[in-house]
């Protein structure tokens, strides 16, 4: 009897050892139907709040997730639930937030097109409701309160302030003519704005966690890549509705994750990034037959989707490549790829026209090739770009494809700019110790001239230049941040402006041009 009821007691604490967590597990799926569905939808993919999702959690800096459910989101409509919740409650919640969704609901036209909304009140005009020059307008995007800022490029007055989806990813993207951008949220959605109006469009939701969209080199087709679900979706950008949700799978029938999507304008196509194939995909919005993935001499490699180029609208070559390249860079002709080795060890190039690999680089340190920059050097074309694993910027030949110098930093960095009028190139050292630091180098020399430190113990990062140059602007990257404006030449601070957290700037000129010193 004492020996079955100390067996029973030692078997009910096992038990409940082991049903602990599943029972605050459940718990905490209860507390997050009643106290966060409301606003995040039951299945936690977001409705006027965000998705609260791994995929969309995990790549969050900022503030902790309990801390943000004890503690509220300053300026949004997210409060805090210490008075609701005990600390372990809020902790469970927080943990169930990082558990995957056991089912992933489909993304498809339908639902997409359901998810579009356009604004009522909106109304187009033929010319910008403001004096300023609309050429040299500059976007800068405000994480810290989900806003975009637009800024006068010659006065860096702020013409307006509007509200973007949650937690803008990756440079908004202007149509050719300059007068609208889209921008795009982790979340996957799209917004639609116009420039010349200061007014929303309207909005879709073209994925469920989505890395970056892209423009066509003729404005009528906005591409975006998405994670969640294993897509990529293509809008018109006209009215956001939905002309192609392609699923993306290899050759060999593995479905992929999109890393990234960018334009190729001299071949009328859009090149996609994959996270889990070993191939590039090049896909096309031409009409042309004599135009890039139509053009003879791509015989390796590649095949069009479908029986016949005419059946769909945006054929798909498929390249596959010797490594798994999620980060590339491309040359200003978009003839050659630029790709970092997923291990860090080194990189390759891959020609787009023949889709093969045509020399290896020497570029160890994990590379962030999408940060990468050109310039014209003594009798060649150089690109330079950050590494993410250590202190260096890398510049390459890109007509031998030689690593010309490495250049010692003070951390690693993630973004470098640069202007086709300015002698330097602006490295930040975004990760590690000395993030409130900004190298100026020297474009002749390759030698860092200056460093920066506007606001010590504050982080700095992220530069874009004005139209013509002269101006240099920098993101103090903080909550209370502000975006610093410098003379470019003197280096000295000429104008501060507020700002929540400001992240990547995007000048209206140097994107529509593909300024080579600028990302595109
Ligand atoms: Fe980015 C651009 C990928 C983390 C801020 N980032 C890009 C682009 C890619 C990319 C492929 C180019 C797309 C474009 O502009 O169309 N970013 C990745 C990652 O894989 C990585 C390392 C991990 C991830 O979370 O996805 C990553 N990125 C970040 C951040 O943590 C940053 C600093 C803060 C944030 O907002 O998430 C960040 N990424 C940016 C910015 C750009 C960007 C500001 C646009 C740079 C530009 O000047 O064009």
């Known amino acids: ?130 004096p300023s020059d609309p050429m040299n307008i500059t976007l800068a995007v405000e994480t810290g309160d989900h806003h975009i800022s637009v800024l006068d490029g010659d006065t860096f007055e702020v013409l307006d302030r509007f509200e973007t989806p949650f937690a803008v990813h990756g440079g908004p993207k202007f149509t050719p003519d300059g007068k609208f951008v889209f921008i795009m949220s982790r979340d996957g959605w799209v917004q639609k704005y116009d420039i010349y109006a200061l007014k929303q469009v309207g909005r879709v939701r073209a994925g469920l966690n989505s890395r970056n969209i892209a423009m ?18 293509i809008l018109s950008t006209d009215d956001l509705s939905v002309a192609e949700v392609h699923e993306v799978v290899g ?45 003879a001499g791509f015989t390796h490699d590649w095949r069009i989707e479908g029986p016949t180029k005419q059946d769909t609208d945006f054929p798909i070559r498929k390249i596959t490549t010797p490594d798994f390249l999620d980060d590339f860079f491309f040359d200003q002709k978009y003839e050659h790829i630029m790709g970092a080795s997923r291990k860090g060890e080194d990189g390759l190039v891959i020609d787009l ?41 890398s510049v390459i030949d890109m007509n031998t494809w030689e690593t010309v110098k490495r250049i010692t930093t003070e951390g690693p960095g993630f973004f470098m700019r640069s202007h086709k009028t300015s002698p330097y190139v602006w490295a930040d050292v975004f990760f590690g110790p000395n993030r409130d630091k900004m190298h100026i180098i020297d474009k002749e020399t390759l030698e860092i001239v200056k460093t920066l430190q506007p606001v010590p113990g504050a982080t700095v990062a992220h530069v874009e230049f004005t139209k013509d140059g002269s101006h240099a602007l920098v993101s103090v990257w903080e909550d209370e941040g502000e975006v610093l404006v410098y003379d470019a030449k003197t280096l000295e601070i000429v104008k501060r402006l507020p700002m929540r957290k400001p992240s990547g700037k995007y000048n209206v000129w140097n994107k529509i041009t593909f300024e080579e010193g600028t990302s595109h």
Request: proline content about 8%; hydrophobic content about 40%.
């Open 353 to 393: 026209v023949i889709g093969q690999k045509v020399a290896d680089l020497d570029l160890p340190g994990m590379p962030h090739l999408g940060s990468g920059i050109t310039w014209d050097w003594k009798d060649t074309k150089v690109m330079a770009t950050p590494h993410l694993k250590d202190g260096t910027v």
């Open 1 to 130: 009897m004492t020996r079955n009821t100390s067996f029973s007691k030692a078997a009910l604490l096992a038990a409940t050892l082991t049903a602990l967590p599943l029972l605050a597990a459940a718990d905490a799926a209860q507390d997050y139907q009643d106290y966060c569905a409301e606003c995040h939808a039951e299945n936690r993919l977001g409705a006027q709040g965000p998705a609260l999702i791994p995929e969309t959690l995990a790549r969050m800096r900022g503030p902790k997730i309990a801390e943000v459910i004890r503690d509220g989101r300053v300026t949004t409509q997210m409060p805090g639930y210490s008075e609701d919740l005990t600390d372990e409650q809020i902790a469970a919640l927080a943990e169930y937030l990082k558990t995957p969704l056991d089912v992933i609901p489909p993304w498809n036209e339908a639902e997409i097109m359901a998810s579009r909304v356009m604004d009522e009140d909106y109304a187009p005009v033929d010319a910008p409701v403001w």
């Open 216 to 233: 066509s080199g003729d404005g009528k087709w906005l591409a975006v890549a998405n994670y969640l679900p294993n897509t990529l979706t």
């Open 251 to 295: 050759k060999d029938g593995t479905p992929s994750r999109v890393s990234a999507v960018y334009q190729a304008p001299p071949r009328d196509s859009f090149v996609l990034a994959l996270k889990d194939v070993p191939e590039i995909w090049e896909v096309s919005y031409s009409k042309n037959p004599d135009m890039g993935i139509y053009a």
